[in-house]
C-alpha cells in the first residue's frame, strides 16, 4: 500500500487484513478489516463488510396431468416427496431442498375439471409452485334404439350412439 506521498507524509509497506464473520447455507456476513501503520506510529483503519443470501427460490415442475375413469374419485395429493418424484415430479434447489416442505396448497375446479397446486421450500425459506391437471371424462352414455316388426319376425334393425367417456367407439 502506498498513499502516494513522500517523505515525513509517505505511507507506505504491506498489510494482510483480518477476516471476521460466518457463513451457512443460507448465507453470511464477512467483515475484512485492515490497519495500517506508518514510520510514525499513527494508524488508520479500513474496514468492508461482504454480505449474501440465498434468495433464489427452487424449481418446481408438477407429474403429468391426470385423467381419472369416469365418475370415479378425486385422489388425494401426493403424501411426499418420493410419491411426487414416481409420479413424475421433480424439484431442485442451489442452496438445498426441504424435501418435507412439498405440500397440496389447494384443489380448485370440479366436477370434470381440476388444478391442484403444489408448494415447496428450500431450507431458507425460498419457495415455488407448480400445478397439476385433473380431468374427469363424463361418463359414458350409450343408448340403443331398436325396431322390430309386430308379426314377430326378427328382421328389424337396431342402432346405438354414445357420448360421453373416453372414445374411439366401434
Avoid: H, K
Avoid at 443460507?26 to 514510520?39: K, L, Q
Avoid at 381440476?114 to 363424463?138: E, H, K, L, V
Amino acid at each position: 500500500y502506498s498513499n502516494g506521498l513522500t517523505g515525513g507524509c509517505e505511507i507506505s509497506g504491506s498489510v494482510v487484513g483480518v477476516v471476521t464473520g460466518s457463513q451457512s447455507t443460507c448465507g453470511g456476513s464477512y467483515t475484512e478489516t485492515w490497519t495500517f501503520v506508518d514510520a510514525c506510529g499513527r494508524t488508520s483503519l479500513q474496514s468492508r463488510t461482504i454480505s449474501n443470501q440465498d434468495t433464489t427460490p427452487p424449481v418446481l415442475n408438477c407429474p403429468p396431468a391426470i385423467v381419472l375413469l369416469a365418475n370415479g374419485p378425486l385422489p388425494a395429493g401426493y403424501a411426499s416427496f418420493g410419491d411426487f418424484v414416481t409420479a413424475g415430479g421433480s424439484a431442485t434447489d442451489n442452496c438445498g431442498l426441504n424435501p418435507a416442505s412439498l405440500a397440496v396448497v389447494s384443489t380448485t375446479g370440479g366436477p370434470l375439471n381440476f388444478i391442484r397446486t403444489y408448494t415447496i421450500a428450500d431450507y431458507c425459506g425460498n419457495t415455488a409452485t407448480c400445478t397439476q391437471a385433473i380431468s374427469m371424462p363424463p361418463a359414458l352414455i350409450v343408448v340403443v334404439v331398436t325396431s322390430v316388426p309386430c308379426d314377430g319376425i326378427a328382421n328389424g334393425e337396431a342402432t346405438a350412439s354414445a357420448s360421453g367417456g373416453v372414445g374411439p367407439y366401434s
